[in-house]
């Protein structure tokens, strides 16, 4: 099945500078790629996704990249403010048989004013 | 208002009472699932549902027990709960598998 693996754990960036978050996924039949943001007592909220057939995809200040070859996708968001420190969660879905989306290990992201 | 409701939002239960945490959507979604979350280890699904009564095993399945009987609702069953079930669970709903997921506030339980 996919393995999602997910960096850094936790991040802490001064506000208005950019932050970064990382996953990698195991297998490469995978075609679909959801960023979730969980603030504190809230369940995922979904922020951004991709499709394997786009490289990059853009919302305001935050944008996913994808590169299909090296199975890692990543999440950018700049410009950072108070109101973006959560935890947040990438995902990737295998498109035959099994119909579930597995999830990375989260990343806190604190955003210092 | 668009939304997947779960209730409780928190339960302290004691081993071996079996206890059902209920998931409601208003969205007309054909797909939902259970996730359970805990520290270090993300969101790990526990059983999923394509449609009235298709349910299928998640990643974590075991202790746990589901059915789909009306397209809204999507009830997690804890037949015999025990200790290592102490965690956070969110029910979740979309269209299909491939487009967003909305959650629900989360259950905490708690088994002593």
């Known amino acids: 099945g996919e393995n999602v693996e997910q960096h850094p754990s936790t991040l802490s960036v001064q506000e208005g500078d950019s932050a970064v978050i990382k996953c990698t996924y195991s297998d490469s039949a995978s075609n679909y790629f959801p960023w979730y943001k969980q603030e504190l007592g809230k369940g995922p909220q979904l922020i951004i996704d991709i499709r394997s057939n786009v490289g990059e995809k853009k919302d305001q200040r935050i944008a996913v990249t994808l590169n299909k070859t090296a199975k890692h996708f990543s999440l950018h968001i700049t410009e950072t403010q108070p109101e973006d420190s959560a935890v947040y969660f990438c995902a990737a879905l295998e498109p035959f048989g099994n119909e579930k989306l597995t999830f990375g290990t989260g990343t806190r992201l604190t955003i210092i004013p | 208002e668009a939304q997947v409701t779960q209730n409780p939002r928190y339960l302290i239960t004691v081993t071996g009472k079996k206890l059902t945490v209920t998931c409601s959507q208003n969205m007309n979604h054909e797909y939902m699932s259970w996730y359970r979350q805990d520290p270090g280890l993300g969101l790990r699904q526990i059983y999923y549902?394509?449609?009235?009564?298709?349910?299928d095993k998640g990643d974590v399945p075991e202790g746990y027990k589901v059915s789909r009987k009306e397209k809204r609702n999507f009830p997690l069953i804890l037949e015999s709960p025990s200790p290592n079930q102490t965690s956070l669970y969110f029910c979740?709903?979309?269209?299909?598998?491939?487009?967003?997921?909305?959650f629900g506030q989360g259950t905490r339980l708690t088994v002593v």
């Open positions: 979740a709903s979309s269209f299909t598998r491939n487009t967003e997921a909305f």
């Open positions: 549902s394509m449609n009235v009564e298709v349910t």
